[in-house]
């Protein structure tokens, strides 16, 4: 891969989130980049990060509620912002935003040190992969789903 700025980067950063929100709530291909279609290689890019986001990075992390509810509430404000940016830029549709957004919101009022303390099954199992650093919200969702 070539030198890219981060710029660059941080708009295929983005756009991978984007991507990952819009399948995740089940939008259709037409639901995402509507009117700002993106060039070949920036979508490859895209893509190839999205899958990294994806996937469960780190298993071996022991518990560690505060540090798992902080990680995991950082990632669903940040997916919640990315994406009111993305539906404002025009890469993501009023309906698919308004598809995912309730249930991160929803996400956000049940993360607690209290919630994780008292978790069990794949609750608790989500908040262990969110004890690590290196695990991104919507991999250990994927990962270990629960009901908020």
Not at 29 to 33: F, H, L, P, R, Y
Not at 140 to 148: D, Q, S, T, V
């Given at each position: 891969m070539q030198h890219t700025s981060r710029p660059r980067r941080l708009?295929?950063?983005i756009a991978a989130i984007a991507a990952l929100l819009s399948f995740a709530a089940g939008a259709s291909?037409?639901?995402?980049?509507p009117s700002r279609a993106l060039p070949a290689d920036v979508q490859a890019d895209v893509e190839a990060i999205a899958e990294q986001l994806a996937q469960v990075s780190d298993t071996e992390t022991a518990l560690a509620c505060s540090k798992a509810v902080d990680n995991a509430r950082y990632g669903v404000e940040t997916m919640l912002e990315v994406g009111e940016k993305n539906l404002r830029d025009g890469y993501l549709t009023p309906s698919a935003y308004d598809a995912m957004a309730p249930a991160l919101r929803s996400l956000l009022g049940v993360l607690s040190v209290q919630d994780c303390e008292s978790a069990s099954g794949p609750r608790r199992d989500f908040y262990q992969c969110m004890s690590s650093?290196?695990?991104h919200v919507l991999a250990?969702?994927?990962?270990?789903?629960?009901?908020?």
């Open positions: 708009s295929l950063r291909a037409g639901d995402v980049a650093d290196y695990n250990c969702g994927k990962a270990h789903p629960f009901e908020p």
